[in-house]
């Protein structure tokens, strides 16, 4: 399983990124896909998910109406448009897949993560 993440980078508050995360290494299109991020010296925390057909998707309160996720199964693709974006979205942030929510959002036994990718926003 290889899930790759792109995209991150150095953004002024109130502006826009995409985040991209490919996956190379299983059946993409049969699990709910999610982004966590990890800020500097706090816990990861749920961002965003999506379920294996794109018909639901899940925001955490702090990202509601600012950051849009969708996903492309034909390219094994999943997205994270950022808009808006504040000082405090700065952090690394993860895609995982196999997602399932029992009380809070996690990433299953037989789920993945991929590696991080910095988003920095300067105030």
């Known amino acids: 399983v290889q899930l790759q993440a792109s995209g991150g980078g150095l953004v002024q508050a109130g502006g826009s990124l995409r985040l991209s995360c490919e996956d190379s290494g299983r059946i993409f299109k049969s699990y709910t896909m999610g982004w966590f991020r990890q800020a500097q010296g706090k816990d990861r925390e749920f961002v965003a998910a999506i379920t294996w057909n794109g018909e639901r998707t899940y925001y955490a309160d702090s990202v509601k109406g600012r950051f849009t996720i969708s996903r492309d199964n034909a390219k094994n693709t999943v997205y994270l448009q950022m808009n808006n974006l504040k000082f405090e979205d700065t952090a690394v942030y993860l895609c995982?897949?196999?997602?399932?929510?029992?009380?809070?959002?996690?990433?299953?036994?037989?789920?993945?993560w991929g590696r991080g990718t910095l988003v920095t926003v300067s105030s």
């Open positions: 995982a897949g196999d997602l399932n929510k029992i009380g809070s959002w996690s990433v299953s036994a037989s789920g993945s």
